[in-house]
T-cell receptor, first 115, second 114 residues
Framework: DAGITQSPRHKVTETGTPVTLRCHQTENHRYMYWYRQDPGHGLRLIHYSYGVKDTDKGEVSDGYSVSRSKTEDFLLTLESATSSQTSVYFC??????????????FGQGTRLTVV | ELKVEQNPLFLSMQEGKNYTIYCNYSTTSDRLYWYRQDPGKSLESLFVLLSNGAVKQEGRLMASLDTKARLSTLHITAAVHDLSATYFCAVEIYYGGSQGNLIFGKGTKLSVKP
């Protein structure tokens, strides 16, 4: 298995509180992604990073921010959690698209419930 | 904006039957990936298709890519219960340099019944 660890694995939080999810990798892959998975929507890209301190928005970035201060860590922050952000969050890693194979490897997911 | 559409979204099959899942995408790309997800689990990579005409097979699953038609197929032969899962295709979009990302379809939930 690719060395990707998400923490926490489960979290329940109250509306309006900030929440930070962590993704840690030991593969030294340059690209890291945060997706959310909801029934009927598949996986939707929130933000991704293509290097240390290099990030960009995905399809559903509103209400989320990210930071990448080290190659191995990619943090996702919900600035003020809302019930619509209840979801399962997946982190993924890959090599850059300019390489021959950009296969993404996924973490185990974080189940976040906002009450 | 890249759109990735899978169909069907739900598929109920009998064991022993054959079926095909389709993945259409709206923008030029020559890299496509198939993943499997079991309930409550993470995504597992099945196939990596890196060029037009690529065909990969693993057991009862075979994936192909037609970049001109912007279509990939995942063919299931003689389905067995263990294949029950949700299958996702993902298309790579490349912006140049080393920038790009993966866009996923909504997934096809496959249920194989005896």
């Amino acid at each position: 298995d690719a060395g990707i660890t998400q923490s926490p694995r489960h979290k329940v939080t109250e509306t309006g509180t900030p929440v930070t999810l962590r993704c840690h990798q030991t593969e030294n892959h340059r690209y890291m992604y945060w997706y959310r998975q909801d029934p009927g929507h598949g996986l939707r890209l929130i933000h991704y990073s293509y290097g240390v301190k290099d990030t960009d928005k995905g399809e559903v970035s509103d209400g989320y921010s990210v930071s990448r201060s080290k190659t191995e860590d990619f943090l996702l922050t919900l600035e003020s959690a809302t019930s619509s952000q209840t979801s399962v969050y997946f982190c993924a890693i890959s090599e850059p698209p300019s390489r021959s194979n950009t296969e993404a490897f996924f973490g185990q997911g974080t189940r976040l419930t906002v009450v | 904006e890249l759109k990735v559409e899978q169909n069907p979204l739900f598929l109920s099959m009998q064991e022993g039957k054959n079926y095909t899942i389709y993945c259409n995408y709206s923008t030029t790309s020559d890299r496509l990936y198939w993943y499997r997800q079991d309930p409550g689990k993470s995504l597992e990579s099945l196939f990596v298709l890196l060029s037009n005409g690529a065909v990969k097979q693993e057991g009862r699953l075979m994936a192909s890519l037609d970049t001109k038609a912007r279509l990939s197929t995942l063919h299931i032969t003689a389905a067995v219960h263990d294949l029950s899962a949700t299958y996702f295709c993902a298309v790579e979009i490349y912006y140049g340099g080393s920038q790009g990302n993966l866009i996923f379809g909504k997934g096809t939930k496959l249920s194989v019944k005896p």
